[in-house]
């Protein structure tokens, strides 16, 4: 039964485009929380204000993050939404689900949450939207019964996401899934008891396409790249011309490095490909990545919050990326310890970079000055001169 009027958030509904007012009213014939939901938010419309209130201590036993405390302004006059935390769900590597598991986690989520989620947040994890802090433990203890688990929330290590990688994607130079999962359990206690300043993400992605945007929205961006020439079928450049493509203007004049040109063959200078995968991606048939496979670690990228929004930096251009991943995870050490030790409160570590330079910081951890680092060309010369080099 309709509670609220909502003519502001009905406008919302118009178009041909999915609505979140329509779900959220859908979960309302079920859920007093999702519909005192749709009322306060109709309300923060008509005042221009938002009446929710975010922390204080609210979690599960043996867990220091996973849920995001949320309270409301007006809880007497929207007491549906009086307590409306979230719980982050840790997702299968590569957003993998059964439709059974899925039932499974929604009718739980009927039962003790407001029947809303948000699949996936900007962290990758599966979030269900809007639970009484009384319903914490009980909701907690039947879904990890069903072997699943929290993600990370806060100053911890938040959950590591990926993109489908040589599951479904033919590009892919790294097992994303297997590196995923397997930093998830090397990382437990980052994952969930937050220790650091702030919030640290890895982010893996098969290729440069780097569909899970790695490289805009992860301290560390794995992104699978190769060593060595693209691989070259002229018969099916050929056969690309013949259809109609014109290779120039599609293929060798969008290179951004210009290291191609086509006559009556496609030619690739591969000393100065930057391995962006364009080229790969439009000619699927004709191009392949080279014959050694690997990835390149990248550091600092991070949305707009207390300085404005940065792009990952190159650290190491190519790393080869087998398990146990050992030679990954020491690196990822020492620069999570070097951020951990130096970076002030809700400093990201690519603001950190940015305030004491990549001197220290490869210094740190023990990677040499290489010119694939450079950032702004003019701008990063790399010349590391100490006190005694000038003596």
Known sequence: MKKYDTPLLDELEKGPWPSFVTEIKKAAQKHEAAADELGQLEKSYKTKRGYWKHGGIVGVLGYGGGVIGRYSNLPDEFPGVAHFHTVRINQPSGFYYKSDSLREILDLWDKYGSG??????????????????????PFFAEISSRGWDLGGSGSALRT?????????????????????????????????????????????????????????????????????????DQGEVENYAKQGMDIKAEIVDMCPTGCMSYESKL?????????????????????????????????????????????????????????????????????????????????????????????????????????????????????????????
């Not at 939207?129 to 319903?135: H, Y």
């Open 160 to 232: 590591p996401s990926c993109c489908m990688g040589a599951s479904k994607c033919e590009w892919s130079n790294i097992d994303t899934m297997n590196l995923a999962n397997t930093l998830t359990q090397a990382y437990q206690d980052e994952l969930h008891r937050p220790m650091w300043p702030y919030k640290f993400k890895f982010k893996i992605a098969g290729c440069a396409v780097d569909c899970v945007a790695s490289i805009a929205r992860a301290d560390c961006s794995i992104i699978g790249t190769w060593r060595g020439d693209i691989q070259i």
């Open 267 to 391: 030619e690739i200078n591969n000393a100065e490909c930057s391995r962006c995968m364009h080229c790969i991606a439009k000619m699927t048939k004709a191009l392949g990545p080279g014959p050694e496979k690997g990835a390149s670690i990248l550091i600092g990228s991070k949305a707009p919050i207390v300085v404005g929004s940065l792009l990952s930096w190159v650290v190491v251009p190519f790393m080869k990326m087998e398990p146990p991943y050992e030679e990954f995870k020491d690196l990822a050490d020492k620069m999570i310890e070097w951020w951990d030790d130096n970076a002030k409160p809700r400093e990201r570590i690519g603001e950190l970079i940015e305030a004491k330079g990549m001197r220290p910081f490869l210094e740190a951890i023990g990677v040499e000055a290489q010119p694939q680092q450079v950032y702004e060309p003019r701008k990063d010369p790399f010349f590391f001169w100490k006190d005694e080099d000038l003596g």
């Open 116 to 137: 809303l989620t948000n699949m996936h947040g900007s962290t990758g994890d599966m979030v269900m939207l809007g639970c009484k802090t009384e319903a914490l433990e």
